[in-house]
């Protein structure tokens, strides 16, 4: 069992920036790949971002890369999400992931049903 563990949301106005933390216990050592996705009222939960555990290669949606950056902790099993340059368009809830199964390509964990552990999530919501 993996516990995620989310923090650092709230009400920042456009253009501002935020720092989302995700903090992982349990059985840490078995996780491959961590994971933020968000969901606003009434839309799907959609992917954000990855990170590889070891080695820290990382992946982006389209819609928040070059603004959003991944990366994490391995000494504090945190994982980060710096979220810069924010739209009304990125409010929603995050939600950390992690999946502990092996993977052959960071570009295939794109969707909820590839992580196997969810954290409750923190809100973010970006005013105009």
């Known amino acids: 069992q993996v516990q995620l563990v989310e923090s650092g949301g709230g009400l920042v106005q456009a253009g501002g920036s935020l720092r989302l933390s995700c903090a992982a216990s349990?059985?840490?050592?078995?996780?491959?790949?961590m994971g933020w996705f968000r969901q606003a009222p009434g839309k799907e939960r959609e992917f954000v971002a990855a990170i590889r555990w070891s080695g820290g290669t990382t992946n982006y949606a389209n819609s928040v890369k070059g603004r959003f950056t991944i990366s994490r902790d391995n000494a504090k099993n945190t994982v980060y999400l710096q979220a810069s340059s924010l739209k009304p368009e990125d409010t929603a809830v995050y939600y950390c992931a992690a999946r502990t199964r092996p993977v052959g390509s960071i570009a295939a964990v794109t969707t909820t049903t590839m992580y196997d552990y969810w954290g409750q999530g923190t809100q973010v919501t970006v005013s105009s």
């Open positions: 349990g059985r840490t050592f078995s996780t491959y790949i």
